[in-house]
């Protein structure tokens, strides 16, 4: 059963730091393209980040130069560094599969307020 649970959210002023981790079973991780995703309050989920198999890694433009991947094969963890956050940057985060996405985990909320 594949499942994925996220973790490392929280509460920062603007400008702030928090890194995120991502835990998966139940896929061949390191085969796996994965990717960050958000969703903000009353928006679609929206990708922010993939790292696939060969190691290209990708970002959103909102995101581009403030957030981090990096994945641990060894581990089947993934995380998501966030540097320079900004009040738009508030959502709820989630980690999944590129394809097919399943086995969603909670996601772990962050909020960047004064």
């Known amino acids: 059963q594949v499942q994925f649970a996220e973790s490392g959210g929280g509460l920062v002023q603007p400008g702030g730091s928090l890194n995120l981790s991502c835990t998966a079973s139940?896929?061949?991780?390191?085969?796996?393209?994965l990717g960050w995703y958000r969703q903000r309050r009353g928006k679609q989920r929206e990708l922010v980040a993939t790292?696939?198999?060969?190691?290209?890694?990708w970002y959103s433009t909102s995101v581009k130069g403030r957030f981090t991947l990096a994945r641990d094969n060894a581990r089947s963890t993934f995380s998501l560094q966030m540097n320079n956050l900004k009040p738009e940057d508030t959502a709820v985060y989630y980690c999944?599969?590129?394809?097919?996405?399943?086995?969603w985990g909670q996601g772990t909320q962050v909020t960047v307020s004064e």
């Open positions: 790292s696939i198999k060969s190691g290209t890694i």
């Open positions: 999944n599969k590129l394809i097919t996405p399943e086995g």
């Open positions: 139940g896929i061949v991780f390191r085969d796996a393209g």
